[in-house]
């Protein structure tokens, strides 16, 4: 096996350092799972930008491997793909690696925008303090409208996130997983969603009977559990 080095990762929290919240990070802590790898996982928060200026940036999630920072989830995966070619591949393969940037892009693109509108007032709520004026500002910025107003559409976001979930429910019909048998690095990118949604707010993504939620909770209860203990509003 490789040697296994020190390994960090940054990781968007609340103001209890114990809600890791971001679904970009989530991604990076489920594929780092995948691999075998526990990290150290640090704390941080948008006021903090200094503590990862080391990474030429100023986002998370951001992974010290020995001499190595790889900022943004993906580039995560890539590099731990490249980095850990004994150990269970993320991707499976080019058509596989290929496969899994349209899910991201399209979870990113489509569902990330949704799911903010719905947990807006939860994440304003639940940040450290020091953050709230930089989350107001560059959100209502963002969006051209006033945090509240913007969360007044939250249940009308709500079921829209829920009807653009039909590609899955329809494949799920006959796999269990976006990548199969058994989950991959496409799966957890859909999954660092649900998980931002369950750390950070009190309102349940999925009706009780969508099948969705066989799938998401599969994922909870992947390695070890490593997901459904983590501390989460929505728990």
């Known amino acids: 096996m ?3 080095k020190p390994l960090r990762l940054y990781e968007l929290a609340a103001a209890d350092d114990a809600y890791r919240f971001s679904p970009h990070c989530w991604k990076s802590r489920m594929a780092l799972a995948h691999k075998g790898l526990s990290p150290e996982g640090v704390p941080w928060r948008f006021c903090e930008k200094a503590d990862i200026a080391f990474s ?14 790889i900022a943004d989830s993906f580039r995560i995966a890539e590099h731990l793909e490249a980095a850990y070619p004994d150990r269970p591949s993320l991707f499976g393969g080019d058509m596989g690696q290929a496969n899994a940037r349209f899910i991201n892009a399209w979870v990113d693109g489509t ?21 709230q004026p930089y989350f107001r500002e560059s959100r209502e910025k963002r969006f051209g409208r006033t945090l509240e107003e913007v969360a007044a559409e939250g249940p009308q976001r709500l079921v829209e ?10 494949m799920l019909r006959t796999q269990p997983f ?3 048998a058994a989950p991959a690095y496409a799966d957890y990118c859909l999954f660092g969603l649900f998980m931002w949604a369950r750390v ?8 009780a ?5 066989v799938w998401r909770d599969a994922l909870l209860d992947a390695f070890g559990g490593l997901a459904r203990s983590a501390p989460a509003l929505g728990a």
Request: proline residues 8%; negative net charge; aromatic residues 0%.
């Open 2 to 4: 490789t040697d296994v």
């Open 56 to 69: 030429g940036q100023g986002l998370v999630p951001v992974l010290v491997d020995g001499d190595a920072v």
């Open 111 to 131: 569902l990330v925008p949704l799911t903010a509108r719905i947990a807006l007032m939860d994440i304003h709520a639940h940040i450290d303090p020091r953050d």
């Open 161 to 170: 996130l829920r009807q653009a979930l039909l590609p899955l429910r329809l």
């Open 178 to 180: 976006l990548c199969g």
């Open 200 to 207: 950070i707010s009190r309102t349940e993504l999925l009706e």
């Open 209 to 213: 009977d969508d099948p969705v939620r």
